[in-house]
């Protein structure tokens, strides 16, 4: 059964209000190194054999998963 | 004059605006169910209300705009027919492709409630020509997701055009990061499409119709008859 894993972000030119959070946050754990950290969303899908998957998750990243306006996705498939 | 106001699972301000249509403005208003495909033609104004549509699963609005009442909207949009997305309803449209840009985590990543103020830009819509240009209004917000963003092209379309309808300002019509709730851009708090029929906002000018409530300047917004 391919499985695919799915990697959502918001697009680098926009500020992420979440990721830039986290970073103070981290600094003052003592993290100084942290440079940037952005938060995005991990799908894992799994799919029936038929069909090719890769043309499959690009239909549907473009179509719902990802909004194509503000977020970069990209994605594996495994199986 | 016929009006509709459309309810998805998780819409909690669908009443708000039916109560504000029917019983403040006078209008034959009726709701219109996510899941019915319906003949809008002889509606004059339909409201795509706020709430958390969906759960707000995935993104504010992602799923509710597969909702088949969508295509009839998205028809009757395409007719010229009047659409008003209010707070969840204008992050439906958004992701319904009938307006440009996208709404993301306010920069405080608070959820803000409270009355806020908003300038019109663009006094010669269908919306918004019952007001004087540069009007300040008091509407209130009450959102997680309503920082404004589209890319810079988007924008400076949405200026030349006069699409930008509502920037949010000070009381005495100033704008500054200060009153800027959500950090969006320009701070945009509403914007139309090209042909201006189309109408998304993140403040509730449903909830601003009667003086009890604290103000009633969304009422001019809503007598689009």
């Known amino acids: 059964m391919p499985k695919a894993k799915i990697y959502i972000t918001l697009k680098p030119a ?3 209000a979440q990721g830039r959070v986290l970073q103070n946050a981290l600094h003052q754990l003592g993290f100084e190194s942290v440079q940037q950290v952005r938060v995005g969303k991990y799908l894992e899908v799994e ?13 549907m990243c473009q179509k719902l998963l990802a909004n194509p306006v503000i977020e970069q996705y990209r994605y594996e498939v495994e199986g | 004059m016929k009006a509709g106001v459309i309810v998805f699972p998780g819409s909690n301000c ?49 799923i509710a705009r597969f909702a088949r009442i969508m295509d009839s909207v998205r028809d009757y949009a395409a007719r010229g027919g009047l659409v008003l997305g209010v707070c969840n309803g204008f992050q439906i449209l958004c992701e ?87 950090g969006s851009v320009d701070h945009i708090a509403g914007v139309a499409n090209a042909q201006f029929n189309v109408l998304g906002m993140m403040p509730h000018p449903e909830r601003a119709c009667e003086l009890l409530l604290g103000s009633e300047d969304g009422r001019r917004l809503l007598a689009v008859s």
């Open chain 1, 47 to 59: 799919l029936s054999p038929d069909g090719d998957p890769h043309e499959q998750i690009e239909a």
């Open chain 2, 14 to 62: 669908d009443r708000d605006a039916y109560h504000a249509l029917r019983d403040v403005l006078g209008y034959d208003t009726e709701y219109l169910w996510h899941a019915d495909a319906r003949n809008l033609n002889d509606y004059r104004l339909i409201i795509v209300p706020g709430g958390f549509s969906y759960g707000d699963y995935l993104r504010p609005g992602a």
């Open chain 1, 14 to 16: 926009l500020l992420d």
């Open chain 2, 96 to 182: 319904a492709g009938l307006l440009p840009g996208a709404l993301t985590r306010n920069l405080s990543l608070k959820f803000r409630c409270k009355p806020v103020h908003i300038r019109v830009e663009n006094a010669e819509t269908p919306f918004t020509r019952r007001y004087r240009p540069g009007e300040v209004l008091q509407i209130p917000i009450a959102h997680g997701d309503g920082r404004y963003v589209c890319d810079e092209t988007t924008l400076q379309q949405l200026r030349a055009n006069g699409q930008i309808i509502f920037r949010y300002c000070s009381p005495t019509g100033e704008l500054g990061e200060e009153w800027n709730p959500n």
